[in-house]
Each structure stands twice: as C-alpha cells, then as structure tokens.
C-alpha cells in the first residue's frame, strides 16, 4: 500500500513538530545546567532508592561546585557514585541517611551537618547539607535535591535533623532557586551586549574625536559599560559577595550618570559641584543606578520640560544629629525637579514596595534606590510641593583616601587601547556574534585565528595542531558551552594532551573571589566577559609573549 501525498505531509508535520520540541527540551536543559554551573553552592540530584545500602542512592546529577568541593576529576564528575560514597565517615554516612528519611517524613526538608571527603587526595570538608524531597502530584517520591555549603570548624557541630524550620528552608531554597535564575539571565545578558561592548570599543578609536558621532558612540559606549557592571553586580548578590563600598569620586559619577539619564529629553539637568568635594564611600555601579533613577524621576515629572538640578556638597552630621547616619563628615547628593510635584499623603509611602503614583508604575525603582543607599550606609530623604517641584537628598559618609585611590567614574567611555601581536588563537565559544567579532579583532591586531563552538571540536583542532608542532599560542575557552563538554572539562582534555597549553578562561560569572580556583585548574588567566576589543588583545598579548614555551 502506497501512503498518499497527504499521509505523507502529516507524517513531515508531525515529525518537525517533534524534533522541534526535542530542541526547546535541549535548550532549556542546556540553560538549567548553565544556572546550576554558576551557583555558590554545591548542587546534587539524587535517587530515591539504593541497590547498595553501604554507597546509597546514586547520584544522577552533581554541579561543578560539588565536583571542585569534592576534588573529583572534571571528566568523572561524581555521576553514578553513591552519595554515601562521598561522606567523609560511617558517621557523616549515617547523619546524611538520616536527613534522607526525615526529608520524606516531613514531606520537605531536613538539613544536617556531615563532612565530605576530598576524591582527589586526603581531607574533608565539614558541610551543612539541606536536603529537599521531590513528589509528584500524586504523591510519590521522585528525586531527592541535595546543596551542599561549606561550614568553618567552629560551626561544624553536630546537628540533628530537624523539621521544626521547613518554611525558613524552603524561604532558602526559594532565594538559591531566584540566585541560579538570575546568574543564568545574567549570562545570556552578556552573550548579547558582548559582541556590541568588543565591536563599539574597536570602533570609537577610528572616529574623529570631539565630532558629534563620536559623541554619541561614546555615549552608547557608557551605557554598555555600565550593563556589564550591573550584570557583574548581579553574579556577586547571587553568590552572597556584595562589593564593598571604596572612596568614590561623586563628581566624575554624577557627571557621566546625568549625562546618560537626560539624553533625549526635553529637560536640561544642571549639575553643580563643591569644587572640594570629598569621595563617598559607595558602592559606584549602586550609587549610579540611584541618581539615573532620580533624574529619570524627575524629567518624567516635567513632560513639558524645563530645568532641574542635581548637586552635591560636604556636610557634617552633628552627633545629636540624624537617627540613621554616624556623626562625622558626609556627601550631600541634591536632585531637585520642577514638576508636579506629590501629594503630602503620599509622601510616607514613596519608598515603599509596590506604590507608585504613576499609572504605568510599579514601586520597584525608589523602594530599590532605598535599599541601595541603605546597604551603604546613607540615607535618602524627600520633600515634595504639589505644583512645584521635588527634591531628594542622598547623604553618604564621606571616604578619607590617599592620592590616586578613588574610584572614578563608574564607566569610563574611554576604550582600553587595542594590542597588537602575533601568534595562532583558538577561540572557543558557542556564542557565533562574539566568536566572529573576537576573530575579526584578533585578526585585525596581527594575529591568526581559528574558531570553533564546542568543546568535541577544539580537542580535535588542538590535538591536530599539537601534532604538526604547531599547537595555538593561546586558547579563549568558554566556560558554558552547548553539547557534551563545558569549557573546564575542554581545558582538562587538551591539558592532559599537552600541560603546556595556554588557555584563558572567557565568562561572564567569574567574579574576582574565585579566579584564582580557576587559575589552579591550568587555566593561565581570565577574562571575564562581555570584554572590549582592547582588553581581549591586551590578554592576548600578555599570555603569548611573557608566557610562550619554556619561557
């Protein structure tokens, strides 16, 4: 029996449509591994039942903070070990069985402390372990989800497991689930702005400077850097290490901060500052944010346009002073509008979440420039007139600093100068705009590119090279990328192959607090994403000059 024409066309369709789905099913675990790969914390998935009541159930899924916590090889990992297996002894064994039982008990969670032995050579690390019990909706148990956080030896105590504070854990949970989320949107953030912060940077040198195109390519410039540093921010609240605030130049802020606030409006902003005026101590990716909020505020106060004012002055706070703020020296931050003005009743209600007195408003940008200048120790105050206008004041303690040390301006529009050199790159990435971008830069400073976008192909290309003698002066590897390997377990590969290989670790969730795991690993530096054309040659430069061969 031969299958009609239309036969034929359904089968297609049906079978496009699942291939399809097969795809998005792909991607959203590729992107579920990425968020779990970024998280602080130590993450397993693990059986319900064990075929060996001595190694336990078996894990099917362990993060690459538990493999380092573990010491474990990259290329193993701990899939298919026993979670037992990795207890440090018969008494962590027991204490973590124990929690497995009162974790189904409870319907939920239960936590222990239990130390956890190193694969790699002898030692252990004493951990707290929350474990959380997966049920369908008919109430079966389907998976076990085990975070794993390292705990000092003073807090390393025995402790039972209890169920008396699930909702506090399950608040946690919550809080790590939101922290993974955020890492992966970050991520796919600065896979986007990347290939405009690497190209703009490369450009803006080529353009007459002081012409009004070079103006507003600076301009744009700004604003990407000033992405990249909040995407940063966001990598370091997810993982618990927020910045601490450092001597600030308030003045070289508020210039380039008002400057991209009033682009394009209707509204001049004059900015005056005490020519003497002190650092604050700040956090400058914060602080920036607060005064584009305020001036935002303002200028959509005054849809007819006209003048507003932002200003900043020293100021003592008296001992018998303000409630909230140390007596001492501090900076007074003055953003002053024309506007409508806001109700006397409203006032009270202005920082808190979910008020607004616009109709498209939702709250989150005052309640946020609140909690910003409270996390640095500040205060934030507001005086209103109906029909004439608003003013805030920021009040930030003042920074004693020696010559050279403030931080200026939280993104500079000047580009790091480009480098140029020679020697073979490989450029590993799966991101295609930011691989070519990369090539094209590389290419154009003197250097000989070859790209690939998986972890299966760069070992071959490099185990090819390596065997002509002319293996790559440097590797740009990726560490998220899509398919079998991620850019660890690539770098692992091509270093058993040759231990001399040059890699640099390219991500844009490595903080500062942990690069020096990665250096430990064999990578030789690290260049953090989403990076400019000159920052990524001048890596280059430096890793295949002072670093080269026998050097």
């Known amino acids: 029996m031969i299958a009609s024409p239309d036969s034929c066309a359904a089968s297609n369709s049906s079978l496009n449509v699942l291939e399809h789905a ?7 675990n590729f992107y579920l591994r990425t968020s779990l790969d970024q998280m602080a914390e130590g993450v397993m998935i693990v059986e319900t039942t064990a075929t060996d009541a001595k190694t336990g159930p078996a894990i099917l899924y362990a993060n690459s903070q538990a493999v380092m916590m573990t010491r474990a090889k990259p290329e193993t990992g701990l ?8 207890a440090a002894s018969e008494e962590d064994a027991a204490r973590i069985t124990s929690c497995l039982e009162a974790a189904v008990a409870s319907t939920g969670a239960a936590e222990c402390q239990a130390a956890l032995q190193w694969l790699g050579g002898s030692g252990s690390t004493p951990c707290l372990w929350r474990v959380r019990a997966v049920f369908t909706d008919m109430g079966r148990l389907l998976k076990f989800i085990v975070t794993l956080k390292p705990v000092s030896a003073a807090e390393a105590t025995v402790k039972a497991p209890s169920t008396e504070d ?7 949970l919550r809080k790590e689930n939101l922290a993974a989320l955020a890492q992966g949107i970050t991520h796919d953030v600065n896979n986007l702005i990347g290939p405009a912060v690497t190209r703009l940077s490369a450009l803006l040198p080529q353009v007459e400077e002081g012409t009004p195109l070079h103006q507003e390519l600076q301009l744009i410039f700004a604003a990407l850097k000033r992405a990249k540093q909040f995407t940063s921010q966001v990598v370091n609240v997810s993982k618990a290490r927020p910045r601490p605030e450092e001597p600030t130049d308030v003045a070289a802020l ?9 682009a394009g409006s209707n509204v001049q902003v004059r900015l005056q500052a005490d020519p003497a005026l002190c650092p604050a101590l700040a956090d ?22 006209g003048y507003m004012d932002v200003e900043a002055r020293n100021v003592e706070v008296p001992a018998s002073g303000q409630a909230r703020l140390k007596a001492g020296p501090h900076v007074q931050i003055i953003v002053r509008d024309r506007g409508c003005g806001i109700e006397p009743e409203n006032l009270k209600k202005l920082f808190r979440e979910s008020f607004s007195t616009k109709a498209d408003g939702n709250g989150i940008g005052l309640t946020t420039c609140k909690r910003f200048i409270d996390e640095m120790g500040g205060d934030i105050q507001v005086s209103s007139t109906p029909n004439v206008g608003t003013e805030f004041r920021v009040l930030l303690r003042a920074g004693q600093t020696a ?3 403030v931080t200026g301006t939280p993104a500079s529009v000047a580009p790091v100068p480009l480098k140029h050199g020679c020697g073979k790159v490989l450029i590993v990435d799966d991101e295609d705009d930011l691989r070519r971008v990369a090539q094209m830069i590389l290419k154009r400073c003197g250097y000989e590119c070859i790209e690939c976008d998986n972890g299966q192909d760069a070992i ?8 002509t003698g002319t293996p790559p002066d440097v590797v740009l590897m990726d560490l998220t990328l899509r398919g079998g390997m991620n850019g660890c377990e690539t770098a692992a590969e091509i270093l058993s192959l040759d231990r001399d290989a040059r890699i640099v670790c390219t991500s844009g969730s490595v903080t500062t ?3 020096m795991t990665f250096l430990e690993r064999g990578f030789v530096g690290v260049l953090p994403k989403p990076y400019e054309a000159g920052e990524l040659t001048q890596t280059v430069h430096r890793v295949a000059t002072a670093m080269r061969r026998g050097a």
């Open 22 to 28: 097969v795809e998005q099913i792909k991607e959203a």
């Open 79 to 86: 899939r298919g070990m026993g979670l037992l297996e990795i």
């Open 166 to 172: 699930l909702d506090a854990q399950s608040v946690q």
């Open 254 to 262: 508020l210039r380039d901060s008002v400057q991209f606030a009033g």
């Open 284 to 305: 400058p990716v914060k602080l920036s944010q607060v005064v584009q909020n305020l001036v935002f505020n303002g200028i959509q106060a005054m849809p007819c346009g």
């Open 403 to 405: 010559q050279g040390t």
């Open 460 to 467: 071959k290309i490099y185990q090819s090279l390596y065997r």
């Open 513 to 515: 607090d942990v690069q």
